[in-house]
């Protein structure tokens, strides 16, 4: 339950700056104050709706979870490796790079066998 409020609480923290990027903009464009703030609110209105979808689509697809959470991070090993080293190469810091590659992987390990 912890978890879970910390979760909300952080999910709620970050509504404010998303809140923020929609009604800004609109009021700089002459919107009115009360409408530029109604669209902010609404932008945020469909992740309770998507929150609730997604827990159900978690409990009903628990059993290849870990195969699909699996692929999902296959994938993003291939982009880093296909699109972003290439292109960290690129730029005439290729020790800085790599090593930079480095540290990174050895902080993402030691945060995985420390916070399992």
């Known amino acids: 339950m912890g978890a879970a409020v910390a979760l909300a609480i952080g999910i709620g923290i970050q509504n404010f700056p998303e809140g923020l990027a929609v009604s800004m903009p609109l009021r700089r464009e002459g919107m009115p ?19 609730v979808i ?6 009903i697809a628990q059993p290849v979870l870990p195969y699909a ?3 999902a991070a296959g994938a993003m090993i291939f982009v880093v490796i296909e699109e ?16 930079g590659g480095i540290v990174g992987f ?11």
Do not use: K
Request: net charge negative; glycine share 10%.
């Open 33 to 51: 104050r009360l409408h530029s703030f109604w669209y902010g609110q609404l932008s945020g209105v469909v992740e309770p709706v998507a929150a």
């Open 84 to 99: 972003l080293v290439p292109e960290a190469q690129r730029g005439g810091n290729r020790d800085l790079a790599t090593m």
């Open 69 to 71: 959470l699996s692929f």
């Open 106 to 116: 050895a902080l993402m390990m030691l945060l995985d066998v420390a916070f399992g």
């Open 54 to 59: 997604g827990a159900a689509a978690v409990i």
